[in-house]
């Protein structure tokens, strides 16, 4: 995403586009995600208008405002948990965000099989979340 550089400084203008490349690094949304970065790069624009240029600033307001939306990444951890009270499915393959909120459980026969599902359900489950996001920020 680029800014408009007629209508900054070359101090400013570079303020903004470092401030937002560590916003959208932070966050970890990425080049192809061009919703998002708009929405930031809006989110900078309105608060330079009114003559915001401190890089702090707009990083934190341009979070805060995602944040709000529930439109951020968010970060998925898996792990295997053995069950050995169970003998047709002994292990557990366990998805949560990296705050502890339970997404998923799969049973699984072995615990190589479980730590394939981890990493499967990761997949699917961070791609349903990205798209989630692109189409909120629409």
Sequence with gaps: MKFPQGSYSD????????????VCTELGIGETETKLR?????TFMAL???????????????ISRL??????????????????????FPFLAIIRTSAGKLVAVQSAQSEEHAQVLVHELI???????SKARRDQAH
Excluded: S, W
């Excluded at 708009?38 to 809006?42: D, H, K, M, P, S």
């Excluded at 948990?81 to 003998?87: C, H, L, N, V, Y």
């Design 48 to 62: 330079t208008k009114d003559g915001q240029y401190d890089p702090e600033r707009l990083k934190t307001h341009a």
């Design 67 to 88: 944040q709000k939306l529930d439109i951020r990444p968010v970060k998925f951890c898996g792990e295997v948990m053995a069950r050995p009270d169970d003998e047709q």
């Design 38 to 42: 708009e929405y930031v790069a809006q």
């Design 11 to 22: 101090e400013q203008f570079a303020v903004i586009q470092t401030a937002f490349e560590n």
């Design 123 to 129: 997949v699917v489950i961070e791609g349903a979340a």
